[in-house]
């Protein structure tokens, strides 16, 4: 069920999807997953995958 959520930029003005081609970093914590995107406006994201 949560996987099927989308990842979004939150940027004030931005609603571009975020996804493989914008992934920056991925890091394996206790936890869970932790994934930077960057957006093509400038933003980064960060999300948390259990």
């Given at each position: 069920?949560?996987?099927?959520?989308?990842?979004?930029?939150?940027?004030?003005?931005?609603?571009?999807?975020?996804?493989?081609?914008?992934?920056?970093?991925?890091?394996?914590?206790?936890?869970?997953?932790?994934?930077?995107?960057?957006?093509?406006?400038?933003?980064?994201?960060?999300?948390v995958v259990r």
């Amino acid at each position: 069920m949560l996987e099927d959520l989308r990842c979004v930029c939150d940027a004030p003005g931005c609603k571009r999807a975020l996804g493989e081609t914008q992934l920056m970093l991925r890091m394996e914590t206790p936890a869970g997953e932790r994934r930077a995107y960057e957006c093509a406006c400038g933003a980064v994201t960060v999300t948390v995958v259990r």
